[in-house]
């Protein structure tokens, strides 16, 4: 028998690269936000000083301001006037949102003071900023939508300082049907996404260690290296 008629025997498969797009996001997605990476068990002990709670504070406070938005969304824009249900929906729809600025201006006030763009969390610090602004244009289109004489007030004021800077003919605020068309679609939706990528970054980047964490593990190694 010659060597060509002996039966061939394959080498143990070898774990291959994915070819398709899908496949390459879902590899960089395990490589970089493990399960055990976005949904931890443990976290650094810094973690339970009360300054860390402000974040998830504004998160459960966008959540409860998306569930009355969609029922105010699906019972029409004057069902709160004639529907006590509907005022009360309303009522904790603003309230919530008052509750969100609150708790987004101290998580955003202290991680400013605690330097919150250390370690290559700049993009991490952006995108919470940049939710911020785009939470108080999603306020004001709502503050609009209000069907009242306040939101006229406002639409007619507000149009006045948009026609002077030369927005007036892109947004026009006494348009009710844009203004509502930005406040329950558009500018929700732009938060939405900004969150989203401000949560994921704090799981892939982690959470800001205090100032005194990192110059305590300084003092450590150079005090390990000298002995």
Known sequence: MTTTDLPRVDAAPSPEEPTTWTGKI???WMR?????????????????????VFGMLTIVSLIVIIVTGIVLTIGGVQWWHTSSFGHYMNS?????????????????????????????????????????????????????????????????ES?????????????????????????????????????VMHVLLVRYRGVVPPAEAIDHAHTVAITEVAS
């Open 26 to 28: 879902r590899a960089l």
């Open 92 to 156: 904790l729809h603003f309230w919530s949102v008052q509750m969100f600025f609150l708790f987004m201006t101290v998580h955003l006030w202290g991680k400013f003071w605690m330097s919150a763009w250390r370690g290559r969390r700049a993009m991490t610090w952006i995108t919470g900023a940049i939710a911020m602004i785009m939470s108080i244009a999603t306020a004001f289109t709502g503050y609009l939508i209000q069907t009242n004489f306040n939101s006229q007030w406002i639409a007619f």
């Open 159 to 195: 149009k006045d300082v948009l026609n002077s800077v030369g927005m007036g003919a892109l947004i026009n605020v006494t348009d009710f049907g844009q203004m509502v068309l930005m406040h329950v679609a558009l500018l929700p939706l732009c938060v939405g996404v900004i969150v």
């Open 32 to 52: 970089e936000l493990p399960p055990e990476k976005m949904l931890p068990e443990t976290q650094p002990k810094y973690v339970s000083s009360w300054i860390y």
